[in-house]
T-cell receptor, first 113, second 116 residues
């Protein structure tokens, strides 16, 4: 079974700081890894998708990296803004664990103006 | 529509009643997932539909839960004889599933179910 862990569970930073969110997974036979953002009372919005053959993906101020051998991914947010405040979740789907995506429990980010 | 649509957005019911939750995926998306998110918990997989294949029901927590997908589009999740522990946000997601490595999920806003 795939287990996905996100550390830290919560993070508070002042506006303008760069920050890193971590995601680890136990089964490295993944198809891809996705990072999502969830605002309170809302569904999940996909931020970045890294295919198993890729090492990183970038979108604006966001950069996600993937190291399958160590079972880790990081989401780097540059020059954080109060609008970045949300819960960030990572998810993986593995060739060996069926049809579902396995999600971490998320990191709750607060960016203080 | 442009995105995944779920209804109702909120549902309050009494213990023992049946409820139906609806998901309208993005047009053309062949894969559809139901997940449950309880307060402070991660997302729990419930069921997966892909095209005309038999659904993967391995995540349904009990036989009170069932789901169907009609015409490869709209899906309904039914919970019979609701219990208080069924209270959660029920999320639906769809994908176009071209290749597994490139499968990107699109989520609806969820249905908040409260069982009194």
């Amino acid at each position: 079974k795939q287990e996905v862990t996100q550390i830290p569970a919560a993070l508070s930073v002042p506006e303008g700081e760069n920050l890193v969110l971590n995601c680890s997974f136990t089964d490295s036979a993944i198809y891809n890894l996705q990072w999502f953002r969830q605002d309170p009372g809302k569904g999940l919005t996909s931020l970045l998708l890294i295919q198993s053959s890729q090492r990183e993906q970038t979108s604006g101020r966001l950069n996600a990296s993937l190291d399958k051998s160590s079972g880790r991914s990081t989401l780097y947010i540059a020059a954080s803004q109060p609008g970045d405040s949300a819960t960030y979740l990572c998810a993986v789907k593995s060739s060996s664990t069926g049809n579902q995506f396995y999600f971490g429990t998320g990191t709750s980010l607060t960016v203080i103006p | 529509g442009a995105g995944v649509s779920q209804s109702p957005s909120n549902k309050v019911t009494e213990k023992g009643k049946d409820v139906e939750l609806r998901c309208d995926p993005i047009s053309g998306h062949t894969a559809l997932y139901w997940y449950r998110q309880s307060l402070g918990q991660g997302l729990e997989f419930l069921i997966y539909f892909q095209g005309n294949s038999a659904p993967d029901k391995s995540g349904l927590p009990s036989d009170r839960f069932s789901a169907e997908r009609t015409g490869g589009s709209v899906s309904t999740l039914t919970i019979q004889r609701t219990q208080q522990e069924d209270s959660a946000v029920y999320l639906c997601a769809s994908s176009s599933f071209g290749q597994a490595t490139n499968e990107k999920l699109f989520f609806g806003s969820g249905t908040q179910l409260s069982v009194l």
